[in-house]
């Protein structure tokens, strides 16, 4: 699993999570609902679901589909995004498909009507750490468990109670302790099998030949939604869904 190239904004991204969760987590508790995918009822729903207990998830990264295995998981990634987000859902909707949205948490908690609109249109969450630290991995635990945790809060927050189910590390950072506190947490660690590489804007005629060529080594298929221009991605999308079902794939999410 090749790791992202750097990006100037996750710098800023950084540079601003720092401030707002200076605290590492290391002895943090994090409990949450048993059904991460419905909000509780009445009351405060995100601190609701703080109090209910979590299932332990396997702590090996997920590749492979629960749609078997003819299914494909579509994974979208760093958002929400004002711009973006919305026109990568309208597309999802117009398709009938379903796709997990790796969040940001600073991401989240700037624009949790998005976070909403996602649950409300039946995708799944998944945990992007605070600010999408690629260094992840060389990095103290105590640090690992801050992303890993306060951006559970931010995202559990802006989802109005609903809960991440996957945990993706940015670029592929993982370690044997981020994966077992994400399990932990009922986070599946999720990997992916066919990046599109939309971040290096190779244009979406070459996105889609990426598809198509990786497609039969595995499921899990790397799109993202923000961090800069996603027409491509978009367009891409568009090409790609239709073609994914016409060679008789359907539509899942990972594993947990």
């Given amino acids: 699993m090749?790791?992202?190239?750097?990006?100037?904004?996750?710098?800023?991204?950084?540079?601003?999570?720092?401030?707002?969760?200076?605290?590492a987590a290391a002895a943090s508790v994090w409990t949450?609902?048993?059904d991460p995918t419905r909000p509780s009822k009445g009351g405060d729903s995100a601190a609701a679901?703080?109090?209910?207990?979590?299932?332990?998830?396997?702590?090996?990264?997920?590749?492979?589909?629960?749609?078997?295995?003819?299914?494909?998981?579509?994974?979208?990634?760093?958002?929400?995004?004002?711009?973006?987000?919305?026109?990568v859902l309208r597309l999802l909707k117009d398709e009938g498909v379903k796709a997990t949205f790796c969040m940001v948490g600073t991401q989240a908690e700037a624009y949790p009507d998005l976070v909403k609109k996602v649950v409300a249109d039946g995708h799944r969450l998944c945990n992007h750490t605070v600010s999408h630290?690629?260094?992840?991995?060389?990095k103290s635990e105590a640090y690992q468990?801050?992303?890993?945790?306060?951006?559970?809060?931010?995202?559990?927050?802006?989802s109005g109670g609903v809960r991440s189910q996957y945990y993706r590390a940015p670029g592929g950072a993982f370690t044997p302790y981020s994966r077992q506190?994400?399990?932990?947490?009922?986070?599946?660690?999720?990997?992916?099998?066919?990046?599109?590489?939309?971040?290096?804007?190779?244009?979406?005629?070459?996105?889609?030949?990426?598809?198509?060529?990786e497609i039969a080594g595995g499921p899990t298929v790397l799109f993202h939604d923000a961090g800069g221009e996603r027409s491509e991605t978009v367009a891409a999308l568009r090409?790609?869904?239709?073609?994914?079902?016409?060679?008789g794939y359907t539509f899942g999410f990972p594993v947990r």
Avoid: C, Y
Avoid at 239 to 246: C, D, H, I, Q, Y
């Fill in 145 to 158: 468990s801050q992303q890993i945790l306060d951006a559970e809060r931010m995202i559990t927050k802006a």
């Fill in 2 to 23: 090749a790791k992202h190239k750097g990006r100037a904004w996750h710098g800023r991204l950084l540079a601003a999570a720092l401030g707002v969760t200076a605290l």
């Fill in 32 to 34: 949450a609902q048993a």
């Fill in 133 to 138: 630290d690629t260094t992840m991995d060389t």
């Fill in 239 to 247: 090409e790609v869904l239709p073609w994914l079902r016409e060679q």
């Fill in 181 to 213: 506190l994400a399990a932990s947490h009922g986070m599946r660690p999720l990997g992916w099998n066919v990046d599109t590489k939309d971040f290096e804007h190779p244009g979406a005629d070459t996105m889609v030949a990426t598809v198509k060529r």
């Fill in 49 to 87: 679901a703080a109090e209910r207990p979590v299932k332990k998830v396997a702590a090996e990264i997920a590749h492979a589909s629960e749609a078997g295995p003819r299914g494909v998981n579509i994974t979208i990634d760093d958002g929400p995004d004002p711009v973006w987000t919305p026109q």
